[in-house]
T-cell receptor, first 112, second 113 residues
Framework: QKEVEQNSGPLSVPEGAIASLNCTYS??????FFWYRQYSGKSPELIMF????GDKEDGRFTAQLNKASQYVSLLIRDSQPSDSATYLC????????????FGAGTILRVKS | DGGITQSPKYLFRKEGQNVTLSCEQN?????MYWYRQDPGQGLRLIYY???????QKGDIAEGYSVSREKKESFPLTVTSAQKNPTAFYLC????????????FGQGTRLTVV
């Protein structure tokens, strides 16, 4: 089982819709969860981080964490074409000295 | 300005040649990481270091080597043993290990010619 799993996509949504991105992780002791956005050929940039169960909202973005089910999700409301990118989920892995482990990423395409 | 600097931005390697990718940070971060990214793929961990003079292998360390002689610097050498080195290489750092945001450099695109 991979440590962090994401559906590779592509996930296609129309402009103005809600995009829902999901991530599951294997290490129950994980404490910190991050969502990065990466445009082609560029380095990842942090969008959201979440440490506690529940929802965390920041503008059009909402991160949701459920530690019991070991999943974390990212909702993007009012999706824009500029949101088209690869979204990477990252989790700290306590088993390996708290190293940061990334999922393979989900490609999001927002159609105008 | 604080940040992570990777150089060069583009690098070409001949078959059988060793090349070194530079990563320098002035954020006073303890932990540093090297990731490899292939087209359409996510980030795979090559090596990481939590403290000076100590580093651990990641998931794909074969054919790579690193050193951490200074807190600010974490160079990655791609050796001739790495048979398919063409990829996008990203260096990152965190203040401690894991539980905080990672800051990334701009990446080095390595191509074998």
């Amino acid at each position: 089982q991979k440590e962090v799993e994401q559906n590779s996509g592509p996930l296609s949504v129309p402009e103005g819709a809600i995009a829902s991105l999901n991530c599951t992780y294997s290490d129950r002791g994980s404490q910190s969860f991050f969502w990065y956005r990466q445009y082609s050929g560029k380095s990842p940039e942090l969008i959201m981080f979440i440490y506690s169960n529940g929802d965390k909202e920041d503008g059009r973005f909402t991160a949701q964490l459920n530690k019991a089910s070991q999943y974390v999700s990212l909702l993007i409301r009012d999706s824009q074409p500029s949101d088209s990118a690869t979204y990477l989920c990252a989790v700290n892995n306590r088993e390996y000295g708290n190293k940061l482990v990334f999922g393979a990423g989900t490609i999001l395409r927002v159609k105008s | 300005d604080g940040g992570i600097t990777q150089s060069p931005k583009y690098l070409f390697r001949k078959e059988g040649q060793n090349v070194t990718l530079s990563c320098e940070q002035n954020l006073n971060h303890d932990a540093m990481y090297w990731y490899r990214q292939d087209p359409g793929q996510g980030l795979r961990l090559i090596y990481y270091s939590q403290i000076v003079n100590d580093f651990q292998k990641g998931d794909i360390a074969e054919g790579y080597s690193v050193s951490r002689e200074k807190k600010e610097s974490f160079p990655l050498t791609v050796t001739s043993a790495q048979k398919n080195p063409t990829a996008f290489y990203l260096c990152a750092s965190t203040p401690g290990t894991g539980a905080t945001e990672a800051f990334f450099g701009q990446g080095t695109r390595l191509t074998v010619v």
